[in-house]
Structure formats: C-alpha cells, structure tokens
C-alpha cells in the first residue's frame, strides 16, 4: 500500500482529515497575522536593517511552527489514546498492532505537522521579499511593503478556503478575512501613534 493511500486510511479510520483541515487554516491565518504585525510594527517604529527585521520575522516563524507542532502533537495523542483505550474496552482486546492502533500512533504526528508546518510555511513566504531584498534582488516595492502585500494576498486566499469549505461566497469569506487584518493593521497603528 503507497504512503499516500496508507495515510488516506488513517485519516478516515481517525476521522482527522476535517481536524487537519481547520489546523492548515486557523494556523496559517495566525502565522499570516504575526507576520503582518510584526512587519506593520517595524514600518511604524525607527528605521531598522533588514537583516534584523528578517531575524525577528523568522524568529517569531521558528516559534509559531514549534508551538504548532508541540501543542497538537500532545494534545492528538491524549486525545487518541484515550480513544484506542475506549475502543480496546469495548473490544475487550488489545488494538496496538490494528490500523486503529497506527492511527493512534501516527495521526498525531500527522496533525502536528499541519498544525506546525501551516504558520511557518506562511511566514516564510511573507518574509521571502526580505531575504530577497538582502540578496540584493530588485523588488518592485520596497521589501516590508512586498511583505504586507503577500500577507493580505495570503490572508484573502485563506479566507476563500475557508468560503469554499462551508459552502458559501468564497469573495465575501475572503473579504472578510481581509477584513480582520484590515482591523490588525488598525490597531497597531492606533497603539504606535
């Protein structure tokens, strides 16, 4: 059986596929919104290198994606345990080497990797104009700007997924994802003003 089709299979068997779903959004919508204040917060405040600025930003990446990965991987595996725990009761037999028992084992790892991977990978591509611009790569914007740019093109796609899960305007879904880092923005104005 191919990775591809024995994952398939403890998703259903684990009924985590809408799980993982919501985590690759919720976490990249967060991951997006760091790094959007984060950029908005050097913009507003003195001049900083750039060499700086995208240590911070990859900082920040760097700990979102491990708070992903740790908090879900404890979190699934308690939660599966003690499901394979109420499924062995009732069976009243041990499930360690059934699919149910893979699942328990591996769904968590599966999830944290989503929970985790969602933030940083979004981070690092809204931080990407960064590096580039210290590559010495000429951007049509300045970098942060670029930056902000990405993040509220990220952000709005987000928002279409999430329009397209619950079956509604994937424009107005979007939009009001935008919205939400349109009100961001705001208020990190208001409090570096």
């Not at 991951?31 to 984060?38: E, H, P, Q, W």
């Not at 968590?108 to 210290?134: C, E, R």
Request: net charge positive; glycine share 8%; with cysteine.
């Amino acid at each position: 059986m191919s990775l591809s089709r024995r994952t398939s299979q403890l998703l259903r068997i684990s009924d985590s596929g809408a799980i993982m779903r919501r985590y690759l959004i919720v976490n990249g919508f967060d991951g997006a919104l760091t790094m959007l204040g984060l950029i908005m917060g050097f913009l507003l405040s003195e001049p900083a290198e750039l060499a700086v600025i995208s240590n911070a930003c990859l900082a920040a990446a760097i700990a979102l994606g491990m708070s992903g990965i740790s908090s879900a991987y404890v979190s699934e595996e308690a939660e599966r345990k003690r499901e394979l725990d109420k499924l062995e009761g009732a069976m009243i037999t041990p499930l360690d080497q059934s699919a149910h028992g893979r699942a328990a084992r591996w769904v968590p790892i599966l999830v944290a990797a989503v929970n985790g991977g969602s933030p940083l990978l979004i981070s690092l591509v809204i931080i990407t104009p960064l590096w580039l611009a210290q590559a010495g790569v000429v951007l049509p914007l300045p970098p942060l700007l670029l930056a902000v740019a990405i993040a509220a093109v990220l952000i709005f796609v987000l928002g279409v997924l999430l329009g397209r899960i619950a079956e509604v305007s994937w424009v107005r879904s979007g939009l009001r994802t935008l919205l939400v880092a349109g009100i961001t923005v705001a208020l990190i104005y208001m409090v570096s003003g």
